[in-house]
């Protein structure tokens, strides 16, 4: 008897290390499409006709995903019936085709009124960052069917959506600087690239990653072995439907620490009934949660490249690479130290200011920012970059923990919605000033 047991046991170990897995490829899903554009940016810009205005098109692009879930959450008000598998199974399906179709056309070039637009990838960026966006709305609450502890491998995958682009990038290697001159800033980069594997190979990495994560799925959702080992208990039930929109990922994973570890120093913020926020210190807190959205998913995407090309082509992929490896860094910080009061806070914020403009100092100094050919200004660069990504994820990540702690069961759709509203004001803004305006200046690089 008692080997029965023991045997039983050990199958069931066996299945949950199964489960953790398939939870963790499922997750990394989320955000591998956009993070994974985003990585490779630096050797896109070098042939794509927008040049170095690339990114703010893209950021554009990214937000304006946003309909997505926005028109899920509409349904979901009227009460349609919906079902959260089959549009899950939808999104990956149509996040893997599109990253497929990335793979052959992203160099497609479309002339509209006379002007080369990289219509294809703006088209294939959506389609890919609405799987990113229906992650707050949909995946998470999809996981309610499983025992809360299989939340930390969803977000384990989640930070790997990051990384993994990052690593391949850096194995990718970079595209060789040379000699620049100013010029107009719709002529597009044609340095001569010095690359392992050229962008078709790496976005085909993405999508087999896509591909496996929606297998994952599908066995999640039908596999009897996945039905037979998982017990949901609703007493577990820890996830919430409040988070409209999708910022970032970083939502995500405050909700996993948050659950982890309940901050217990938010009692200064909070009045006699210790039930929420004083409403000064919530106005403050959700219009400073506003401005980091605007500038760290808006505008400083955006302004990036002016920035870090002019150090060279190095540059730019480091800081960009090296920023998808801080965010989940910061969110493992978190796990042992989270700042809950405002003065720490403003002190933060401070610091996040003077890193903000010092690199929006040198993208208006482009093309000739100071430092420009020594090894110091391309290591103060990647420093500054990498630095203002964790800064204010962390920034954000306490934010959303002390409204969180507030137990105010609106809090967190009250954050998203300001979240939202800075992301996207964000890349309004830097689109129309970089695009409208000769603020920003680039040069043109030749072999």
């Known amino acids: 008897m008692t080997n029965v047991l023991q045997g039983s046991e050990r199958r069931k170990r066996k299945s949950s290390i199964i489960v953790h897995l398939l939870i963790t490829i499922f997750g ?7 993070n994974g554009i985003y990585v490779q940016l630096p050797v896109l810009i070098s042939t794509s006709p927008e040049g170095w205005t690339l990114p703010s098109y893209l950021v554009l692009v990214v937000q304006s995903a946003n309909v997505g879930p926005l028109l899920y959450l509409i349904l979901q008000h009227f009460q ?20 497929g179709f990335l793979t052959f056309f992203h160099s497609e070039k479309t002339v509209i009124n006379g002007v080369e637009y990289s219509l294809n990838l703006f088209i294939l960026t959506f389609f890919n ?18 025992k809360k502890n299989y939340l930390v491998s969803f977000f384990i995958g989640e930070g790997l959506s990051g990384v993994l682009p990052s690593i391949v990038a850096l194995i990718q290697g970079v595209a060789d600087s040379s000699e620049c001159t100013t010029y107009n800033k719709n002529t597009t980069d044609s340095s001569k690239m010095n690359l392992k594997f050229s962008s078709s190979e790496y976005f085909l990495f993405i999508f087999i990653v896509l591909f496996l994560s929606l297998t994952a799925f599908i066995i999640l959702e039908y596999s009897s072995l996945v039905q037979s080992t998982t017990n949901v208990d609703k007493s577990d039930d820890t996830l919430s439907n409040e988070t409209p929109t999708c910022i970032s990922n970083e939502l995500d994973n405050r909700r996993s620490i948050n659950h982890a570890k309940e901050t217990n120093k938010v009692s200064d913020l909070c009045n006699n009934n210790a039930n929420g926020l004083i409403p000064q210190m919530q106005y403050y807190l959700f219009i400073l949660l506003t401005i980091c959205c605007f500038f760290s998913n808006g505008f400083f995407p955006s302004i990036q490249s ?10 730019y992929k480091l800081s960009v690479t090296f920023a998808q490896f801080a965010n989940p860094l910061v969110c493992l910080l978190a796990y042992w130290f989270v700042v809950s009061d405002v003065k ?7 610091v996040c200011l003077a890193i903000g403009s010092y690199v929006t100092y040198l993208a208006l100094m482009s093309p000739d920012p100071p430092l420009q050919e020594t090894t110091l200004g391309v290591f103060l660069i990647v ?22 702690n507030t137990m105010l069961p609106a809090m967190l759709l009250r954050a998203g919605a300001f979240m939202q509203i800075g992301s996207a004001s964000g890349a309004i803004f830097s689109f129309l000033i970089i695009n409208f305006t000769n603020y920003f200046k680039t040069f043109n690089c030749n072999p």
Not at 28 to 34: F, N
Not at 129 to 146: D, I, K, Q, T
Request: charged share 5%; aromatic share 18%.
């Open 28 to 34: 990394i899903s989320t955000w591998i499409g956009i």
């Open 80 to 99: 349609w019936k919906i079902n959260e598998s089959w549009w899950i199974l939808c999104l990956l399906f149509l996040g893997s085709c599109a990253m």
């Open 129 to 146: 960052a609405l799987v990113g966006c229906f992650s707050s709305v949909l995946f998470m609450p999809y996981l309610r069917n499983f």
């Open 306 to 315: 002016y920035s870090c090309l002019p150090y060279g082509n190095i540059a």
């Open 344 to 350: 720490h806070i403003t002190y933060l914020s401070i």
């Open 383 to 404: 420093i500054a970059w990498t630095s203002l990504v964790a800064f204010i994820s962390y920034l954000k990540l306490t934010i959303v923990s002390v409204l969180k």
